[in-house]
């Protein structure tokens, strides 16, 4: 499962796209399992059913998960085939999510914890997440970090291809598959097989309706989020101004009530020099004494000195 992008024209998909990858697998049930035999390098059970874009959402507050292609064997094994066409840095806390819902999944349907099936989690990627390590392929288990010799078997497994891998790691058809989704060139009888049913999906009319109509849809949603992203902007735009003419109100009146604070000193300075100017006429004594008789305090004096 990948996040919404750009659509692109129907005329314009290939393999590695989303509808396209889900579409050809889920409508060719020997294609998909002659695939996942290709990357396991087993054989694996008769498929008992096989969905794309599985969707599962069993949590309380809806939270799920949409699964590319997803299937399940007669041996007790399931699959689940995830095409990425980016890699992002959470991909193996995306993979264990992936597990946890689809062990949730059985357990909804009725399996006890000791009859959950095997499981493999199988990641394709256009980019190599480990690029330091240049391999095709990364195969994981659980395994005990003091003797990797034994094994964990929870019967859990995960995968992650690379079509950017360096190293000779895999069978010859294996490198012709990936080399398929990277640069669309078609060396062996898979990729010549999977490259004749991107041609004919291009041209098969109810696919392309459908495409077209999630299409819109998925701009729809994406419309309804730029929206709904505006409308949040302007309401706290909106807040922003709404606090600062609040802000600006309280300013004006602190102003106001400093300005008057300040014309009542003033007055009362005022008022003083005259009491000195008068007390100064009827003694003849001077404006220090004065102050002096009036305890007013030294650091004081020189304003009313001013005012004389």
């Not at 996942?36 to 949590?59: A, C, D, F, W």
């Amino acid at each position: 499962m990948r996040e919404t992008q750009k659509s692109k024209h129907y005329d314009e998909l290939e393999f590695t796209d989303d509808f396209m990858f889900c579409k050809i697998l889920q409508n060719d049930k020997a294609l998909c399992k002659e695939l996942t035999e290709l990357i396991l390098s087993k054989k694996i059970g008769r498929i008992l059913e096989l969905n794309s874009q599985k969707p599962i959402e069993i949590t309380s507050d809806g939270k799920g998960v949409r699964f590319d292609v997803y299937m399940e064997d007669d041996e007790s094994t399931v699959y689940d085939i995830e095409m990425q066409t980016t890699t992002r840095g959470d991909l193996p806390k995306r993979m264990r999510y992936y597990q946890g819902m689809i062990d949730l999944n059985l357990i909804e349907r009725g399996a006890k914890y000791r009859e959950l099936k095997k499981s493999y989690i199988i990641f394709i990627c256009l980019e190599n997440p480990y690029g330091y390590s240049g391999l095709h392929k990364y195969s994981f288990k659980t395994i005990c970090a003091e003797d990797p010799s034994v094994e964990f078997k929870d019967d859990i497994f995960k995968i992650i291809l690379s079509a950017e891998g360096k190293k000779s790691d895999v069978s010859e058809e294996m490198r012709a598959f990936l080399l398929y989704l990277s640069d669309k060139k078609t060396e062996s009888d898979l990729t010549k097989r999977l490259h004749k049913k991107v041609l004919a999906a291009r041209a098969h009319i109810e696919w392309r309706q459908e495409y077209m109509t999630l299409s819109v849809r998925d701009e729809d949603i994406r419309e309804e989020g730029r929206e709904e992203v505006r409308e949040e902007a302007n309401k706290k735009i909106a807040e922003a101004e709404a606090k600062a003419t609040e802000a600006e109100a309280k300013a004006t009146e602190a102003e106001a009530k400093a300005t008057e604070a300040e014309a009542k000193a003033s007055k009362a300075e005022e008022i003083v020099a005259q009491a000195i100017r008068r007390l100064m006429t009827l003694k003849g004594t001077s404006a220090t004494e004065i102050m002096d008789e009036m305890e007013i305090p030294a650091d004081e004096r020189d304003k009313y000195l001013a005012r004389l």
